[in-house]
């Protein structure tokens, strides 16, 4: 299959795109990109809601463009930079636009971001993007303030501007004021019906709005591609949507595109971003149609090597390869009107590993295997809040174990299904209350489960603690000092010898200390106070079914902190997988290498990233339903295509090939 490079395209009509436009062929070519993005009205050089006169030149650059690409057989997109408008930064709105105004939960008013529900913006809206699809493009994009959260200065978001509490009253039946809304719409405990007032009309104005630029653009040219940017799936969550139905409002008779959110504007720890990945952008595919186009968005923020290496942005583009992409968009230099930089040196890398996206490409549709993470777009529907204090109480915290499994090369895969049988099931945070009690009974009778603390305690609150034979929980915070490590009880010994610790104590989560029912539980470590005092049970086994991680209520947009982490729970969490003889295939020996696991009719297919700066010297992999193995090959993102050999006993499987830093590895078994 073909893999699309997008490059984002940002220079400022009539002053600085002359040079751009003449070097733009060759940087294509360069770069072996496939299509150009015109940015209109972007960033630093947004002047607001535009008029008439001020978005005109932005088709025309759009159309000069294309006659510039065609030159190296590129297509051209367009990325209107506004819908709502990200932020006020200094903005207001000009003379004659009436559009009614964001208010924030507090009662805070925007400058310049609109609220979603007004109708004239609607109709404004609808109409610059018929205007810009007078240019034909390719794909014209929806950016990702087409949302309620992240619109300085205001707190959190919106909306809850004086039409948007009629709206909420009206369908509530009685009279409300902002402060009686917000308060019930988080009230801690049993949910209010202002939660799914508030959902329900959020979802509709974001679905109406789309269909509304979706008509305006296909009557004009209906071969236009719309796609939508998107930011993080528990934030979304929040806002009530439901990517089915947003997706198909704006796509019409088109597959919807989507460009998802990639967690590293920056450079950071390549550890640390496959771990956001697989809690945001591997989330997010889960959650979204089976018949959408991905092109996720690499960003290079604030841009040039000083924010973001060759050697980082190629580690991108090899890990999103198991979000089964159909591409990926590349905004790699400055929204100030720069346009392209030759000295940064990013073609290079671009030209370098296009042959092995293509090449590779197809593996990722195939059924992805391992451990089963459930999440569901519909949890903030049913969470209970801690305070009732923040809109971020609404996002779900879903993705725990998806952190723990990348790290510590265990194959894993994101699900919907909670009707799932025969297999290993990891569930933390609230999901149970959104599947409901029938549901939660019939996932604990059909698997085995990994859960974290929430889980635990969520099940506990909905009567049903006995499925994991727990009585009682009680939380201790990270850095309160009650417990600061746990010891290692099992006969087989961890990191190589008896009684091992590992810290519980500062850059980790909430401790949970739960009481069992008696003879059902079976501690694999125990929490351990200062002075060495007994806490209670760490890790755990229950009816030989379910293992406990005690921690949880970890931030959803923190990330999976560090302390969660440790060669000791690595072990640990791969022994219980042996001990249940799952079929779940994982690579030992290493860490921050994450696995990826595909089956055909006649291979098992591995996807290896190597996230560490610490080269792999040889693949040791666990393969516990595999009788025999006939055939190994490995293909490289650095070398290549090689046969290594490999020595097949016990279900372990040695492969004598090398993985280097930042690099992946296909590997097909037969």
Known sequence: MSYLYSLRFAVDPGRTEAYSLEQLPEYVRAARIDDVMVFANVEELNTGHTDLRERAVFPDLAERTATVAARADASMSLNPWHTVMHGDYGKRLREGQSFRRMVD?????????????????????????????????????????????????????????????????????????????????????????????????????????????????????????????????????????????????????????????????????????????????????????????????????????????????????????????????????????????????????????????ERTAPVFRETRGGVVVLVDEDSSAALHTSSGAEMTELYPREGFFAGLLGAYGIAFRFSTDSDIAGAVVAVSGQLFRTIGVERTRALFLANRLLLDAEAVDTLIDMGLGSLAGAETLAWSAGDAGAVTYEEAVRDAPLLGRPAARASVLLMGADIAQVTYVPGRSRALTTLRAPGHEDRGTGHAIVDDRVMIVPFGRIDALAGLVPMVRTTLRQEMMHGVLDAWRADVVRVEGCADVALYEYRTSDELLLYLVNASLDPVPRLRLRLPSASAVSRVAADHSDRGRTSPEFVFEGGRLLVETTMAPLESVLIRIR
């Open 105 to 357: 939960p507090r009662g805070r008013v925007a400058d310049l971001v609109v609220c979603p529900r007004d109708e004239a913006w609607r109709t404004y809206l609808a109409q610059l993007y018929e205007y810009y699809a007078s240019a034909r493009p390719r794909f014209l994009w929806v950016e990702d303030d087409f949302r309620y959260h992240n619109h300085p200065p205001l707190w959190w978001g919106g909306c809850f501007c004086d039409e948007h509490l009629a709206e909420f009253s009206r369908r509530a039946g009685r009279p409300l004021t902002r402060e009686e809304f917000v308060s019930g719409m988080l009230q801690p405990g049993e949910v209010s019906e202002f939660r799914g007032i508030w959902l329900d009309t959020a979802r509709e104005a974001l679905e109406e709005t789309a269909a509304a630029i979706e008509r305006a653009v296909h009557a004009v040219s209906p071969g236009t591609r719309l796609g939508l940017m998107t930011s993080v799936p528990a934030v979304h969550a929040a806002e009530g949507r439901h990517w089915a139905e947003l997706l198909g409002a704006l796509s019409g008779e088109h597959p919807p595109a989507v460009r998802i959110h990639l967690p590293a504007y920056s450079e950071t720890r390549p550890a640390e971003y496959l771990t956001a990945l697989h809690l945001i952008a591997d989330v997010h595919r889960a959650l979204l149609p089976a018949t959408a186009e991905i092109y996720p968005e690499l960003e290079n923020f604030p841009y040039s090597r000083f924010a973001k290496s060759s050697a980082f942005l190629r580690f991108q583009l090899l890990s999103a390869q198991v979000l089964a992409l159909d591409g990926m968009t590349l905004d790699l230099f400055d929204l100030n009107g720069n346009g392209i930089v030759w000295t940064e040196g990013y073609q290079d890398a671009l030209a370098a590993t296009k042959d092995y996206l």
